[in-house]
Structures are given as C-alpha cells and as structure tokens.
T-cell receptor, first 112, second 118 residues
Framework: DAKTTQPPSMDCAEGRAANLPCNHS???????VYWYRQIHSQGPQYIIH???NNETNEMASLIITEDRKSSTLILPHATLRDTAVYYC?????????????FGKGTHLIIQP | EAGVTQFPSHSVIEKGQTVTLRCDPI?????LYWYRRVMGKEIKFLLH????????ESGMPNNRFLAERTGGTYSTLKVQPAELEDSGVYFC????????????????FGPGTRLLVL
C-alpha cells in the first residue's frame, strides 16, 4: 500500500504556481520522497526527488518540512500541459532498484 | 536518445485468446519493469528484471502471465489465456543499475499498451 496521502484533485490557473501537497507521516529516516506525474495517455514521468533538503530542477521545486512528515511539489508557472495526475512516492535509500508503489495521486487541472 | 518503447500501442482481443506485449528499454538500462493499471485502480507493479534475470515477480497476478527477457534486452509479457479482468494499460519502465547503499534509480516509463479483452 502507498505510504502517502494526497488530495484527489486540485485546480490551478494557468501561469500561477501550482502547489501539490503530500502527507507521509510514517516516513522513516532513510526514505526519499519522489514525485512522478502521468499526463493523459502517456506513461508516468519522473519529476523530482528529495530526502530532507529542498530541491529544485528545471521542472519543479520540492519543499520538505523539517519533520519530513509532509512535502509540497511546486510547479512555478503552470501551463495547460501540466494537467496530469501527480504521484508522491516514498522509497527507501537502500540503493539498488525496486518497483514503485503508486497511490491514487492528485489530478491537477490547469485552467486557462 | 530513444526512450522506452512499447508495442503494440493498443490491442483488442477476445477472452481466451493470447496476447504478447513487447517492451524495448532505453539502451544500456539493465533494470526493466512491468506495471499495469486496470480500470479504476492504481498503477501496480508486476515484476522486475535485472538483465535477463527475474529479480522480483511478486506483483504478477497469476500463472496466465509470463514475462521473458531473453538476452537481457527487450522483454515480452504474454497473457494466455486472456480474461476480461486483464483489460487495462500495461506500462514498461527501465533504469540504470546503481550501487547498493545509495540512492534508488530513476525509472523511465514507456507510453503503455492499452489492452482490451472482450
């Protein structure tokens, strides 16, 4: 089962910042927070990940609270193409590889 | 660099028939995964290959599903015989092998194969 809780849906106006919350209150010290998204009719796409420091890349920013029990994915200037289902996934840092556990995600709708 | 490709993009078959899905991972990616999403449900992990070896097949629903990755390159997922509940979207993902004890790998997904069993 997914270890995260996300709102089922959110709206955001085009050009504004989209802030997607995620609760992971049972996260352990060696677990990372990953974000993926799935645009309609495409496969899931990696966005960003973090452990405890805030992270930023060309797609988004990730803000993780000090107690690490929640995080927020920020799309700074949302466009219509950012309409997708966004998944927050917790993974341990044991290295190697394993299957991802997807929850229900947040359906983000960017309004023109 | 080409991404993960999957074939076919769509497949419509009748109950009891056999279907084979194919996945070509990103070149050089030894990890290959299969996932699926059935109608109204979440995306679920099916199995994981490292090169040609099955590392984890705990998500395979039953013995009607057979995955292979001969030679450690492309992979096939065969469903035989197909049932109505097998309808859904089947995703393949691949990633590079990373050393243990560090960060997990990043998985790159293909566009999926949409399977409809009538």
């Amino acid at each position: 089962d997914a270890k995260t809780t996300q709102p089922p849906s959110m709206d955001c106006a085009e050009g504004r910042a989209a802030n997607l919350p995620c609760n992971h209150s049972t996260i352990s010290g060696n677990e990372y927070v990953y974000w993926y998204r799935q645009i309609h009719s495409q496969g899931p796409q990696y966005i960003i990940h973090g452990l405890k420091n805030n992270e930023t890349n060309e797609m988004a920013s990730l803000i993780i609270t000090e107690d690490r029990k929640s995080s927020t994915l920020i799309l700074p200037h949302a466009t219509l193409r950012d309409t997708a289902v966004y998944y927050c996934i917790v993974r341990d840092s044991g290295g190697g590889a394993d299957g991802l556990t997807f929850g229900k995600g947040t359906h983000l709708i960017i309004q023109p | 660099e080409a991404g993960v490709t999957q074939f076919p993009s769509h497949s419509v078959i009748e109950k009891g028939q056999t279907v084979t899905l194919r996945c070509d991972p990103i070149s050089g990616h030894d990890n290959l995964y299969w996932y699926r999403r059935v109608m109204g449900k979440e995306i679920k992990f099916l199995l994981h290959f490292v090169k040609e070896s099955k590392q984890d097949e705990s998500g395979m629903p039953n013995n009607r599903f057979l995955a292979e990755r001969t030679g450690g390159t492309y992979s096939t997922l065969k469903v035989q015989p197909a049932e109505l509940e097998d309808s859904g979207v089947y995703f393949c993902a691949s990633s590079q092998v990373v050393p243990s004890g560090g960060l997990k790998e990043t998985q790159y997904f293909g566009p999926g194969t949409r399977l409809l069993v009538l």
